[in-house]
């Protein structure tokens, strides 16, 4: 999906770094470590400034949070800023001005003193027991439930997860059985579309097909209990497909971004 906002970590490889190198910390790996197998991974090239941008910021603003920030790292961010790099997919666009202001906070927070070194939690796993194919329930914070489509599971290290496909309804109370069966998936408001990072524009149709899947780590036995209900009524699951990685605490700011569910 790359850049969807000029947020630091409004972009998919951004967040990915943050994702992986908390879990490496919290998994027990040394920030030396951690930060390796970043940059092996994501190798910040000469020959794309602006890639190696969105690398290094992220990283080091990600050790920076946890107290771990290598000065090299610092350097390698706050030359980004300084030479252009950061800022320069954003010229001549609607974000420029938020993402210069963006930048001049990443780079103060940088170059200012760290918090103490802290360990993130461990991901706790997922506990789910809905089949492939089965309508979930979802009430959200308003009080208004949407419905899920249970698409199957996937795992890392951090555990099992459900792939949910978003159905495109939102009310105080469920449909029929029939429509619950022939109700289309969830696209993007207007809003949200018109947010999009210009370079989006050429893959625009294939980007927002993807946005009702979503890979919902973190979730809990007790959020289980609370917010999801399944129906044990079952649908076709569709053809697989990208999906976006979201964290159940994050969940409802997503459907509110997204779909203007709130």
Known sequence: MGAWGPAIFSDDTASDIREEYRAAIANGASAEAAREKILASYTPRADDPNYAAVVWLALALTEWNLGRLEDRVRDAAV????SGAALAPWLGTTSEKPRRIV???ARETLLGPPPAAKTPRRETESVIDWQKGELVVYKLKSGDNIV??????SADQG??????ECLDWRGPDLPNDDALQSLPYARPTPSYISSL??????????????MSRINLVGLKPRALKARFRPLRQLRPPVVDRHNNVQHAAHFDLYLERVFGWS
Do not use: E
């Open 103 to 105: 930048l001049a906070k």
């Open 197 to 210: 990072h210009p370079n989006f524009l050429p893959h625009l149709d294939d980007h927002l097909a993807h």
């Open 79 to 82: 030359q980004t800023i300084d």
């Open 148 to 153: 899920l489509h249970a698409q199957g599971l």
């Open 159 to 164: 555990g099992p997860y459900t792939l949910f």
